[in-house]
């Protein structure tokens, strides 16, 4: 059944194509885009079973095996995440159908659609020169998306964005060149097996431009600073989703070629150090704001830091950890990001100081925000504890206790700021940036309906922690020793 | 891969970036074309040097036929180049409808916090 | 489950029940008292309940409950106060909206503190003990318009969350050498060494903040915004306890080998004085409260912290003793506070005439505080001159000297509390600002603080009820000990003695009030607590900022340089210690090829320099061509024709656009140039070398030994030469037969490698989408935005 | 090909003049060599797989045709060169791509797989090809919709103002 592994890509692409035809009618396009999310999104569920009951499930584009054609993989590691992904990218959807009518210009749905397909194809890819294409595939729908409606700040940092991105692929495929020069195939498999019997020196220096490629996507340390610039610009929904997708996948990129490529590298205290810098100077940003958008911004690059820590540690439980992570981030980031986006269309603002009291009229949402923010705070019982606690014992037991100290301090900063936007929003006099009340729209339940959802998806993450975790070991293991990747995609 | 290519790659490389670092953003996105031509040649010249042709028929045993896969990979790169271009280009016009220039501003919100932050150290 | 069950109810019921949700909510501790009394029923027969469930098993989280006498102990001290503060709060709240939330977040916090006693995972119980910190956020903040509870709420948080945290690596690090969570396990078999000895520093320090000791204890102090049944619950009767609770279960097994029975020892010692002193100069009687709290505190924290088991006992009975006295000298608090709206004993006073139940309730519970017989205070106070007088060491002279010293302050500040609240004459009249009024409370206001008050009585009076529950739970704290009798009266001996010498201290200090309160006067400038607390929060911001002026600058020029520098510097340093590249590739393959890249480099380096855009523009389009050019020498056709097609209309969409713009770029400053040169020259020197690496490493990996005239040969005969036949040369070779083209590129392109090309066609089909938005669309933007702000008023 | 090349390149040198001042000369020579151009795009097309050509080179030809007409006519004139609706033309393009690759799925469960076909056409003749064709020819289609619609933007007399 590998027709499975390729509908999330080849759906929404498709969804993306009619939509664009039906673009007089708002209506037909939305029941096109969540038609084609939620065909994808079962397709993803159906790939985690059959991933969970027999190993990498391997699809060979064409009928090429690999390392001839580009080669499709969904192994744990790639299906929880889609899966994850794909249930944040519908609940997003759905959020966008009660956000202001402004945003839902006809170009959001083609570009939300394009967006999506990249994603999945970034997840599913095991070829190195169709990631760049799933990457390009996902920026540009980005690019179109967090310039949508054209407001001066968004071309200003939209500029900042774009270009950023365009550097950064242009170096991607600087290191595709090496890659290809010196051993004439991009197959993630193939690449596997020739690095073995690489030069030392030439394997670290590549493992290392592409920890700065893919770290540079995802936001990391010292390259991180177009992300807090940029991200909040865009409006609810879309930096909802991108919170959620664009900066995991970079992670999920740089993870994958670090450890099914390049084997660990031997980068692991560099990746270390710089998920040090990535954590602190992520969350002392975070306080330094006074806008909730901006501060969650700067979140994203702090909590990047705790996805690299177990890649820096490269061993299972770490690889785990980091897997268990990014499982729990993406949900939760997405979730505060939607919050801060209903804060915006309630009381006009999320400037920390034109907002307040808003936990009498909008108790809900209140509770929505307080147990995401417990959450990615790490605070228990909520999934962020879990994420927590196992990087926490991961680092301890590989006795690495210099960046589990940093981590922790960071978390207790992290939930600083956390409650400095509660404290600022919710409580205090009630306050907002327009006259009058909290202004209630015909939308507000359907908004209030998917953060309620993608809410209840971090609870369920927490509650199932146990199953969840134990798939996150499996994806580990594979990481490690990807000697069942290999066999899978090239068929021996 | 000759060393003049090398060079030639190189020195796109180095004025491609020195022109990213100015604050026009037609410079800007000329510097971007100039990266792209260089990772591009830098791509197809990573499969190998110059050889013939890659169609079956037109070439003999004892030819060298260059690798096709990079010049596949520098078609796709090619193209989606272009869209980035053609982008830039877009946000060129719509930033000099907004501002009446095309200079990249910095960040408002980062201005004021270093503002703030510079007033409070000169104060004490 | 029930409490998570009756939460939810509670905020199902809402406000509309006013505070009589509260009567609902004492149906949380009611059922854990029922559970209490059977649990001790089925200890008491030798069975040591336990119930598990797997939560997370390969991280060690496993939800694994297990009752032994000390946690039904705390288990009980839990529900009747909890009982008594519910069934208070249904007063104590009459008027106040709102209510349903603070009633549900109590009764959760019940569970959690319920929890934590009784989990017999370390995990778990840090899991409890992270929602005990975080619902008291929740309860110290519920004043949420007062930037003082705020405040209070954030500080409290933060030091019981950080001092959390630390907890956590300390269990996992102990749980990491007893290769179990288990904390029977661990305590039955304590782990040791090194690492150990750090562990257990960091859960004494978790338990430290808990429990507000010395030098973390300002919070507990501004936690007092907090409504006074909350303060009465929270911090005094239970979640402050639960550092005590940890270092009791901790003591036994580690005081002996490691440094933690000391270090709790010493901060215990402090924390009594620095509490006692402090409490004897507050004028709000809360915070004389809390001050003594933390004094309280200390001393358990010395009796159980100390490893012996006859203080251990002591610290059984003083637990019981101040949650019974400690409470419900809060809900008087909470009267008077109630009925008068003030708490300054400066402005109170007299008030025991008026009300002489409430006088008498708080009269017996100060008695048990200060340890005046018959109370519990009283014998819990002998019990711990006893066992220090036992303590051979010299070390437990100076302890019990501290203690004296403290047992004085106690008795000090209890007599200025019931004395400034009650009884004071001078300053009920002495009235600055209008006199408070004084309505009575009613009977079920005070029947709370009245039935918690007369338990230290009762129970001082009949020890003897205690004696089961107290050794069974010395004996779960690991203690061998022989049946226990507690009796008030011991006969004539050295504690009793002490008792004696301590209270006609304490008295003596109170009478000599005001020259204590100049000598106090003299230490004003000493840092507090809550100024290092602030000062830090002062300089996290202050960091933080200077951090993100750095880091953030907002300008791309700078953020491009950081990455292309990154970019560069980090994979140069493996680089480098290859040195630069061995053998060099032939220069050119051709003379045309030079020709074209002298055009191009020059082309590109006046791209640069022109000031004309439309200079730039042509400029580029000759470094455009000269790609084809490239292309061309290199044997690729297709490519060639694309890309002068492609550099065509890029040219044409260049000059529809620049036609908008002046004609010249705006002069650069020079300021920023010369850096912008040195990147460069960076990235080039760079890109050549690790080109030239790249390509070297190809050839030494291959199976023929490199000789420097061989390297052209190797590369281009890359395919037929080569053994294992390499993936290019299977494109040849399937190509025809098997994808039916002779165009290899092109069959590459929409056969071999369709997916790339579906995801280049999807780029361009976006870009085109954005584009034309970005164009078309932004200018008719604002009127949309009218007609969306018109549908809103509309609907 | 580079004969053109530098035609297009000289006239958008002046367009600022050209646009909405067609010459008449100029015209009648540009419709005449649009459609030549377009009759070489589809031999492009088809002969692609085994020849240099193919989706992407013939649909830039068509679109270099379009620019032509731009240069000649201005937008007005570069607006008449495609009859459908140019974000019509780029989606069904995406669609045919899709749709291709969807196809093979049906067929025998994997994406992008090709079978050999011969088609006949009108002057050519019988020409060897697979159906991996109408994949290019989907290609073909998106780079003639996106192009024709970028020109049609770019091209646009500017709007007037919204400075802010």
């Known amino acids: 059944m590998n027709v499975l592994i390729i509908l999330p890509v080849i759906l929404p692409i498709l969804a993306a194509a009619i939509s664009t035809l039906l673009k007089a009618s708002r209506t037909s396009q939305r029941v096109l885009s969540i038609l084609a999310v939620t065909g994808s999104l079962v397709a993803s569920i159906i790939l985690l079973f059959e991933v969970k009951q027999q190993g990498p499930v391997v699809s060979a584009v064409g009928g090429w095996v690999a390392p001839f054609g580009i080669a499709l993989v969904a192994d744990m590691f790639s299906a929880l995440i889609l899966v994850v992904s794909l249930v944040t990218v519908l609940s997003v959807l759905v959020f966008s159908f009660g956000s202001r009518r402004n945003d839902e210009m006809w170009q959001f749905h083609p570009a939300f659609l394009v967006l999506t397909a990249g994603v999945s194809l970034a997840f599913l890819t095991g070829d190195l020169f169709n990631l760049f294409v799933s990457f390009e595939v996902a920026l540009v729908a980005s690019y179109v998306l967090i310039t949508l409606g054209s407001r001066a700040e968004q071309i200003r940092n939209g500029i900042t964005y774009v270009v950023i991105n365009i550097v950064i692929s242009i170096f991607f495929l600087t290191g595709i060149a090496f890659i290809y020069a010196a051993f004439g195939t991009v197959n993630f498999a193939d690449l596997s097996l020739k690095l073995g019997s690489a030069e030392e020196s030439l394997r670290i220096a590549l493992a290392l431009l592409f920890l700065v490629i893919f770290g540079a996507k995802a936001a990391m340390f010292p390259v991180f600073s177009w992300l807090p610039d940029s991200y909040p610009v865009a409006r609810a929904p879309i930096v909802a989703v991108f919170a959620g997708l664009l900066t995991k996948m970079g992670v999920y990129s740089l993870i994958r070629v670090e450890s099914t490529v390049f084997l660990g590298g031997g980068i692991g205290t560099i990746v270390l150090v710089l998920a040090g810098f990535t954590m602190v100077v992520g969350v002392l940003g975070a306080i330094a704001q006074n806008d909730v958008k901006r501060i969650l911004s700067f979140h994203i690059v702090s909590q990047i830091g705790y996805m690299l820590i177990g890649l820096g540690l490269f061993t299972t439980a770490g690889l785990a950890a980091s897997v268990m992570f990014i499982i729990h981030q993406i949900p939760v980031k997405t979730s505060l990001f939607l919050v801060s986006g209903a804060i915006e269309e309630s009381a006009g603002t999320t400037a920390l100081d034109h907002v307040g009291g808003l936990r009498k009229r909008l108790p809900f949402l209140a509770l929505m925000f307080g147990l995401a923010a417990a959450s990615i705070a790490g605070l228990p019982p909520f999934s962020g504890f879990i994420g927590k606690l196992s990087i926490v014992e991961a680092g301890l037991s590989a006795q690495s206790y210099a960046i589990i100290a940093v981590s922790l301090i960071v978390s207790v900063l992290t939930l600083f700021s956390m409650a400095k936007i509660w404290s600022g929003t919710f409580w205090g006099e009630f306050e907002t940036a327009q006259p009058g009340d909290v202004l209630v729209r015909t939308g507000h339940r359907t908004m209030m309906g998917a953060t309620g959802m993608l809410v209840a998806v971090t609870i369920a993450i927490a509650v199932f922690a146990g199953p969840i975790y134990a798939l996150c070991e499996e994806a580990a293991a594979d990481l490690i020793d990807p000697t069942r990747y290999i066999a899978a995609v090239m068929g021996k | 891969m000759t060393t003049l290519v090398a060079l030639v790659v190189a020195m796109l490389y180095g004025i491609g970036v020195y022109m990213i670092l100015q604050r026009s953003l037609i410079r800007i996105v000329l510097g971007l074309s100039l990266l792209s031509h260089g990772a591009n040649l830098l791509l197809l010249t990573s499969g190998g040097s110059a050889g013939v042709a890659a169609f079956i028929g037109r070439f003999t045993g004892d030819d060298k036929v260059v ?4 010049q596949a990979f520098v078609l796709t790169a090619i193209v989606i180049s272009f869209a980035m271009t053609a982008f830039c280009l877009a946000l060129a016009y719509r930033s000099w409808r907004l501002t009446g ?9 980062d201005v004021r916090l270093a503002e703030m932050i510079a007033t409070r150290n000169g104060k004490p | 489950m029930i409490f998570a069950v009756v939460a939810v109810a509670i905020l199902g019921i809402g406000n509309r029940w006013g505070s009589r949700v509260f009567l609902v909510a004492s149906v949380g501790p009611l059922a854990a008292l029922v559970w209490a009394v059977s649990a001790a029923s089925r200890v008491g027969n030798g069975d040591l309940p336990t119930e598990s469930w797997t939560w997370v098993s390969s991280l060690g989280l496993i939800i694994d409950f297990r009752a032994d006498w000390f946690s039904i102990l705390m288990a009980l001290l839990i529900s009747v106060v909890g009982i008594g503060v519910f069934l208070y ?29 009784i989990s017999d995972n370390l995990l778990l119980l840090f899991v409890f003990w992270e929602l005990t910190s975080l619902l008291s956020y929740v309860l110290i903040g519920s004043n949420e318009e007062k930037p003082g509870a705020r405040v209070a709420a954030l500080h409290a948080l933060l030091v019981t969350g950080s001092g959390g945290l630390a907890m956590l690596a300390g269990f996992i690090l102990i749980g990491e050498s007893a290769d179990t969570y288990s904390l029977s396990a661990i305590v039955h078999n304590p782990p040791s060494g090194m690492v150990v000895n750090v562990a257990v520093l960091l859960v004494a320090l978790g338990a430290f903040t808990k429990s507000a000791q010395v030098p973390f204890h300002g919070w507990l102090p501004r936690a007092m915004e907090a409504p006074t049944p909350v303060s009465a619950y929270l911090h005094s009767a239970t979640m402050v306890k639960a550092g005590v609770f940890l270092v009791a279960r901790f003591a036994e097994p580690f005081s002996d080998t490691t440094p933690f029975g000391p270090v709790v020892v010493v901060v215990g010692c402090a924390s009594m004085i620095l509490g006692g002193w402090r409490a004897l100069r507050q004028h709000d009687l809360k915070l004389l409260l809390a001050f003594g709290t933390i004094s309280q505190l200390g001393l358990m924290m010395v009796l159980f912290g100390s490893g012996k088991e006859k203080l251990a006992i002591a610290g059984c009975v003083l637990l019981i003793a101040h949650a019974a006295y400690k409470s419900s000298l809060f809900l008087v608090v909470g009267i008077i506070d109630h009925q008068t709206h003030t708490r300054d004993i400066r402005r109170l006073g007299m008030l025991g005439r008026k009300w002489p139940v409430v006088a008498g309730v708080a009269v017996a519970a100060a008695a048990s505080m200060a340890g005046v017989p018959p109370f519990l205070g009283f014998l819990s106070k002998e019990l711990a001159f006893y066992g220090f007088l036992d303590w051979s060491e010299p070390s437990g002279l100076i302890v019990l000297c501290v203690v004296a010293v403290a047992s004085a302050f106690t008795v000090a500040y209890s007599a200025r509390f019931v004395w400034g609240a009650f009884f004071s004459v001078r ?31 009762v129970l001082g009076v009949l020890p003897l009820l205690l004696e089961s529950l107290v050794s069974g739970s010395v004996k779960s704290l690991g203690f061998e000990v022989p049946t226990i009798h507690l009796a008030l009266w011991g006969g004539f001996n050295a504690a009793l003695a002490l008792s004696a010498l301590v209270l006609v201290a304490g008295a003596w200090m109170f009478v000599g009030r005001r020259a204590i309160e100049r000598i106090q006067a003299r230490f004003e400038g000493v840092p507090s607590s809550v100024g290092v ?17 750095i880091t953030q600058s907002g300008s791309l020029r700078v953020y491009v340089a950081v990455l292309v520098l990154t970019m560069v510097a980090l994979p140069s340093i493996p680089l480098a210690m290859n040195g630069w590249p061995g053998s060099w590739p032939s220069l050119v393959d051709s003379p045309i090829q030079a020709v074209i890249g002298i055009i191009m480099i020059t082309a590109a380096a006046a791209a640069a320099v022109f000031h004309r855009r439309f200079a730039s523009v042509i400029a580029l389009s000759v470094v455009g061509y000269g ?10 056709p297709d490519l060639a024709l694309t890309q002068v097609l492609v550099e065509t209309l890029g040219t044409v969409a260049f000059v529809l656009v620049i036609r908008h713009l002046p004609e010249k770029f705006v002069v650069a400053k020079s300021r920023g140039n010369a850096a912008a040169i040195a990147v460069s ?24 030994a490199v000789v420097a005239t061989q390297v052209e040969s190797t590369e281009s005969e890359r395919g037929p030469a080569v053994e294992e036949r390499t993936v290019s040369e299977e494109y040849l070779e399937r190509s025809k037969p098997e994808a039916h083209g002779s165009n290899v590129v092109n069959v590459i392109l929409v056969d071999f490698r369709g997916l790339d090309t579906l995801g280049e066609i999807t780029v361009l089909f ?25 549908e809103v008023v509309d609907s | 090909m580079s004969e053109w090349t530098e035609q297009t390149n000289g006239s958008t040198s002046d367009l600022d003049q050209e646009i909405g001042r067609p010459s008449m000369v100029l015209d009648v020579v540009v419709r005449a060599e649009f459609h030549a151009l377009l009759v070489a795009s589809l031999w492009l097309l088809f002969v692609g797989h085994n020849l240099p050509g193919g989706g992407f080179v013939g649909g830039l030809v068509v679109v270099a045709a379009f620019g032509l007409r731009l240069a000649a006519g201005g937008s007005a004139e570069l607006l008449k060169s495609l009859r459908i609706r140019s974000e019509v033309v780029l989606s069904l393009g995406l669609l045919v791509a899709t749709g291709t690759a969807l196809l093979g799925l049906v067929n025998d469960g994997t994406l992008l797989q090709s079978r050999e076909l011969h088609v006949t056409l009108p002057w050519l003749g019988e020409i060897a090809t697979s159906s991996a064709f109408f994949f290019d020819l989907g290609v073909y289609l998106v780079v003639v919709g996106s192009f024709h619609w970028l020109l049609e933007v770019f091209s646009e007399p500017e709007s007037e103002g919204d400075f802010e």
């Open chain 2, 67 to 70: 690798d096709p896969v990079p």
């Open chain 2, 101 to 109: 220039n095309d200079d990249v501003a910095q960040d408002e919100e």
């Open chain 3, 89 to 117: 709060a249904v007063s104590y709240f009459e008027n106040s909206r709102d209510v349903a939330r603070i009633a549900s977040a109590l009764v959760m916090f019940a569970g959690a503190m319920f929890g934590l006693v």
């Open chain 3, 427 to 457: 300053s009920g009249r002495a009235v600055l600002d209008p006199p408070v009024s004084t309505p009575s409370p009613n009977a079920w206001f005070a029947l709370s603080p009245l039935v918690l008050a007369s338990l230290g009585l």
């Open chain 3, 533 to 549: 607390y602030d000062a830090t929060v002062r300089g996290v911001l202050a960091l933080s900022g200077r951090v993100t002026a």
């Open chain 3, 627 to 636: 790609m084809a050019a490239l292309f061309v020498v290199q044997g690729a």
């Open chain 3, 681 to 704: 020259v960076a990235v080039a020197v760079f890109v050549f070398w690790f080109a030239l690496s790249a390509r070297t490493v190809s050839e030494t990996a291959g199976p023929e």
């Open chain 3, 766 to 790: 976006v870009a085109a989408i954005g584009i034309v938005g970005l164009i078309r669309f932004g200018a008719r933007r604002s009127k949309d935005r009218t007609e969306v702000d018109q």
